[in-house]
T-cell receptor
Framework: DAKTTQPPSMDCAEGRAANLPCNHSTISGNEYVYWYRQIHSQGPQYIIHGLKNNETNEMASLIITEDRKSSTLILPHATLRDTAVYYC????????????FGAGTTVTVRA | ETGVTQSPTHLIKTRGQQVTLRCSSQSGHNTVSWYQQALGQGPQFIFQYYREEENGRGNFPPRFSGLQFPNYSSELNVNALELDDSALYLCASCHRGQGYYGYTFGSGTRLTVV
């Protein structure tokens, strides 16, 4: 699996957009970018994934650069409940590949 | 609602003992994975089971073993517990979405070895 690099922490004001960067410069052609988050005392929760096109769902948007070496997760209107550790993971899109979690980014949303 | 249930939620064991953790995954999810999460770190992959067979393993010693049953529930067994085994143990079932494989995690079992 390709290695990812994320900032260790970031703060965000409630109601504002939170932009979480992730570098994955060694990503290969068959690897997707997945984002999970882990709220305190819970298991990780799937947010979104993408290959090369930008993606949006009810939780977030994912912007992947044209060279696929980096991506940004956007939480459009952060709430206090979005305070969590966010993990960027790259992996092939198959069910027999593990999720390789790094340290993630601890996002704190402040009122 | 997560759809993946783990038991017990908390457990205290003594060094050298054995422990069994349990996971009930969503109906129809035939792949289950186990992860260990030490305090302040991201989850680390232990192993994965597909249709009752282990089909992937992380860097964990043989005293970590598992089982998957015909109803796709699963167990994680750890023998000869060590203090460093203290962690949150997470179970995840794999599901097929529209063009992706997603993992639904349980809330975990917090194991403390004293």
């Amino acid at each position: 699996d390709a290695k990812t690099t994320q900032p260790p922490s970031m703060d965000c004001a409630e109601g504002r957009a939170a932009n979480l960067p992730c570098n994955h410069s060694t990503i290969s052609g068959n690897e997707y970018v997945y984002w999970y988050r882990q709220i305190h005392s819970q298991g990780p929760q799937y947010i979104i994934h993408g290959l090369k096109n930008n993606e949006t769902n009810e939780m977030a948007s994912l912007i992947i650069t044209e060279d696929r070496k980096s991506s940004t997760l956007i939480l459009p209107h952060a709430t206090l409940r979005d305070t969590a550790v966010y993990y960027c993971i790259v992996r092939p899109n198959a069910n027999d590949y593990k999720l390789s979690f790094g340290a993630g980014t601890t996002v704190t949303v402040r009122a | 609602e997560t759809g993946v249930t783990q038991s017990p939620t908390h457990l205290i064991k003594t060094r050298g003992q054995q422990v069994t953790l349990r996971c009930s995954s969503q109906s129809g999810h035939n792949t289950v994975s186990w992860y260990q999460q030490a305090l302040g770190q991201g989850p680390q992959f232990i192993f994965q089971y597909y249709r009752e067979e282990e089909n992937g393993r992380g860097n964990f010693p043989p005293r970590f073993s598992g089982l998957q049953f015909p109803n796709y529930s699963s167990e994680l067994n750890v023998n000869a517990l060590e203090l460093d085994d203290s962690a949150l143990y997470l179970c995840a079932s794999c599901h097929r979405g529209q063009g992706y494989y997603g993992y639904t995690f349980g809330s975990g079992t917090r194991l403390t070895v004293v």
